[in-house]
Each structure stands twice: as structure tokens, then as C-alpha cells.
């Protein structure tokens, strides 16, 4: 019984184009998203989150879109780069502090 | 600025073996976390504290044992290693007040362990 959904295993964007990933979580109850990039060897680095109550977050490159109704959240990152390689799993507060992940969405950005 | 410090990187243990997996953090988080993710998939909760001597299990606590006598260490045990618990496990702390519920947990770079 999988709460948050990441249904695109990888993509592949080139440098300076648009990437958007995508998660469908499937609890109404989640109130709090968050995006997280993990490299090789390393632990989740926290990239970006939203509340509920709010439909868009940005910072810098990133923005994170929130579809309530749809239950859908999608991170977007432009231009993306090269460093911008990882794995990006996306994570919703499930209550009292504890996150629920997704399996992940594998990027790769190519010069 | 050390954040999360999780020792050791790496360990191979036998079938029965057990050991405990360190876990400290430098930033006055009262909130910590243990987490395992298996190949290909997402991390899932074993256990979480909230403070010093509280700790509660999380979606897969079984074959696990935690303790938090101070706000800085969360140490991890198993007891008896079985196979299905090769994974990679992350420790991870957040700093949680009222009226600012909603905070990023910091993640520490994890330990890999392998169960033969």
C-alpha cells in the first residue's frame, strides 16, 4: 500500500531545459511535501517543501506545485544542470513528524 | 558544522550477530529518526524520538530496539541480524517547536550493512 507514488523510475533532460518530476500520494490527511535529492554514498539532502495551504513554492531554480484536489505535487527545476544528477524523492508528512517516501525518480542531466 | 554523523559507513555482520548503529547530531534537534531503504525502493520509518527518554516505533520496527538518553545520540540495535535486514539505514533529526510544526528532517550519510 504505497501513500506516495514517484510512477517515473528516471528521466533524462538536457542542460537548460526544464525537468519536472512528478508524485501522487494517495492520504488526504498529508499536510506538509517536501523534496529531497540524494547523490551516491550520500544521505537525503532537503531540496524544497510546501504546505497545504499553498498551491506553489519557489526557490531559485526550483519550484515545487501543489494539485490538492488531484493529489499530485511536481517539482520543477530551471535551467536544470548537470549537478542537478541525482535521485529525487519526494516525501509527505504523514502525522506527528513522520514522513512517508516515495520510491524515488532518477535524473540525469546531459551538456 | 557536522549536522548528522552516522558511524560506521559500512559493516558485514553474520546471521544472529547483533550490533548497534550510531547515530549522533550537533544541532539541538529534540526530534530524531531512523530510517532503512531497500534497493529501488523509498525510506521507511523504523523508530522516531521526540526528546530525550521518549521513543515510539514507526512502520517497521520489528527486529529493532532504540534508546535516546540524550538529545544529541540515537543509537539503533539489532539484536539478532537476520537477512532481511541488509539495507541501508539513515538517521535523520529535525527541530520541532509549536507554531513551527512543520520542519525538514537533516539526514546523516548512512550505514550500509549486509547480514550473511
Known amino acids: 500500500d504505497q501513500q506516495v507514488k514517484q510512477n517515473s523510475p528516471s528521466l533524462s533532460v538536457q542542460e537548460g531545459r526544464i525537468s519536472i518530476l512528478n508524485c501522487d500520494y494517495t492520504n488526504s490527511m498529508f499536510d506538509y511535501f517536501l523534496w529531497y535529492k540524494k547523490y551516491p554514498a550520500e544521505g537525503p539532502t532537503f531540496l524544497i517543501s510546501?504546505?497545504?495551504?499553498?498551491d506553489k513554492n519557489e526557490d531559485g531554480r526550483f519550484t515545487v506545485f501543489l494539485n490538492k484536489s488531484a493529489k499530485h505535487l511536481s517539482l520543477h527545476i530551471v535551467p536544470s544542470q548537470p549537478g542537478d544528477s541525482a535521485v529525487y524523492f519526494c516525501?509527505?508528512?504523514?502525522?506527528?513528524?513522520?514522513?512517508?517516501f516515495g520510491t524515488g525518480t532518477r535524473l540525469l542531466v546531459s551538456p | 558544522n557536522a549536522g548528522v554523523t552516522q558511524t560506521p559507513k559500512f559493516r558485514i555482520l553474520k546471521i544472529g550477530q547483533s550490533m548497534t548503529l550510531q547515530c549522533a547530531q550537533d544541532m539541538n534537534h529534540n526530534y530524531m529518526y531512523w530510517y532503512r531503504q531497500d534497493p529501488g525502493m523509498g525510506l521507511k520509518l523504523i523508530y522516531y524520538s521526540v526528546g530525550a527518554g521518549i521513543t515510539d516505533k514507526g512502520e517497521v520496527p520489528n527486529g529493532y530496539n532504540v534508546s535516546r538518553s540524550t538529545t544529541e545520540d540515537f543509537p539503533l540495535r539489532l539484536e539478532l541480524a537476520a537477512p532481511s535486514q541488509t539495507s541501508v539505514y539513515f538517521c535523520?533529526?529535525?527541530?520541532?517547536?509549536?507554531?513551527?510544526?512543520?520542519?525538514?528532517?537533516?539526514f546523516g550519510d548512512g550505514t550500509r550493512l549486509s547480514i550473511l
Open positions: 516525501a509527505a508528512k504523514g502525522g506527528f513528524q513522520k514522513l512517508v
Open positions: 510546501i504546505s497545504s495551504i499553498k
Open positions: 535523520a533529526s529535525s527541530l520541532n517547536r509549536q507554531g513551527r510544526e512543520n520542519q525538514p528532517q537533516h
